[in-house]
Nanobody, 124 residues
């Protein structure tokens, strides 16, 4: 069973940047698609990005295209989400998950190993 730990969140002004990290313990995640999701207060958890096994294939939700970049370091069993030009609407708790084999990469129910999340707050 993999366990993921998210970090790197914080309070930043609009237009600023943050880099989130997702460290894995337990079973290595090098053979799994990894996803980033976020959840704002009173809203459902929503898809942000997923990154393929080799870190080449990636997909993002439209609202973060051109601003967020997902990457992974297999040797460190860690993945990252670089977030630039942050906007107030990016404010949420961000989570990373490991996709189950055959699951929908855009649905949080298809992932496991969720950590406690990391809070990202963007002020205007």
């Amino acid at each position: 069973q993999v366990q993921l730990v998210e970090s790197g969140g914080g309070l930043v002004q609009a237009g600023g940047s943050l880099r989130l990290s997702c460290a894995a313990s337990g079973r290595a995640v090098s053979t799994s698609v990894m996803g980033w999701f976020r959840q704002a207060p009173a809203k459902e958890r929503e898809f942000v990005a997923w990154i393929g096994v080799r870190g080449i294939m990636k997909n993002y939700t439209d609202s973060v295209l051109g601003r967020f970049t997902a990457s992974r370091d297999t040797a460190k069993n860690t993945k990252y989400l670089q977030m630039n030009n942050l906007k107030r609407e990016d404010t949420a708790v961000y989570y990373c998950g490991q996709k189950r084999s055959g699951a929908d990469p855009y649905n949080p129910r298809g992932y496991e190993g969720w950590g406690q999340g990391t809070q990202v707050s963007v002020s205007s």
